[in-house]
């Protein structure tokens, strides 16, 4: 079971730069997150779709921009890299109508900006 | 807001000893609670939650959590801590109205041999 993937793994940018970090969960899940994870903060949600068609700010969505192209995928765009996005991105689903919260991450995607 | 606190960032104990690591959490409304596991460069596991029911809630791997409504706390715990369970533990809250799921800051679990 492939369960959230996301992709790329790792990735380094130069300030300024834009790239999206993909991610596709095959679980037929409704809802879908971003979050970013930096030592000693745990995880902040950066974006949220709860559910295909729609898309939300979550605690720190600045300088980011989210797309749920439909209800498998959920892409996370960076339009000009700052060193300040250099986190670990991860990408979540969950799958229960009345969202009793079991999420399902993805691996991680490293990303530096330099 | 909702918002959770995990007070140690570090806990360490020997193989076999029981282990605790400690949450509090703040909700508006009545709250859903969660714990998960991170191990080196992998994703967050799902252990165990709290909806309703039962104040103490069994989860993976031998971990159990109680829910204290007065104390506003959702502890973990293990009854005899293995090596295996060195790790980065978070607890996360929701709001029943909300979907958005809220992280503790993490709390690092050394069990030595």
């Known amino acids: 079971n492939a369960g959230v993937t996301q992709t790329p793994k790792f990735q380094v940018l130069k300030t300024g730069q834009s790239m999206t970090l993909q991610c596709a969960q095959d679980?037929?899940?409704?809802?879908m997150y971003w979050y970013r994870q930096d030592p000693g903060m745990g995880l902040r949600l950066i974006y949220y779709?709860?559910?295909?068609?729609?898309?939300d700010k979550g605690e720190v969505p600045n300088g980011y921009n989210v797309s749920r192209l439909n209800k498998r995928e959920f892409s996370l765009r960076l339009e000009s890299a700052a060193p300040s996005q250099t986190s670990v991105y991860f990408c979540?689903?969950?799958?229960?109508?009345?969202?009793?919260?079991?999420?399902?991450f993805g691996e991680g995607s490293r990303l530096t900006v330099l | 807001a909702q918002s959770v606190a995990q007070p140690e960032d570090q806990v360490n104990v020997a193989e076999g000893n029981p282990l605790t690591v400690k949450c509090t959490y703040s909700v508006s409304g009545n709250p859903y609670l969660f714990w998960y596991v991170q191990y080196p460069n992998r994703g967050l596991q799902f252990l165990l939650k709290?909806?309703?029911?039962?104040?103490l809630v069994k989860g993976s791997y031998g971990f159990e959590a109680e829910f204290n409504k007065s104390q506003t706390s959702f502890h973990l715990k293990k009854p005899s801590a293995l090596v295996s369970d060195s790790a980065l533990y978070f607890c996360a809250v929701r709001d029943l109205r909300d979907y958005k799921l809220s992280f503790g800051a993490g709390t690092t679990v050394t069990v030595r041999a």
């Open positions: 709290y909806i309703t029911g039962d104040n």
């Open positions: 979540a689903s969950s799958g229960l109508a009345v969202n009793t919260g079991e999420l399902f």
């Open positions: 679980m037929n899940h409704n809802s």
């Open positions: 779709s709860a559910s295909e068609g729609t898309t």
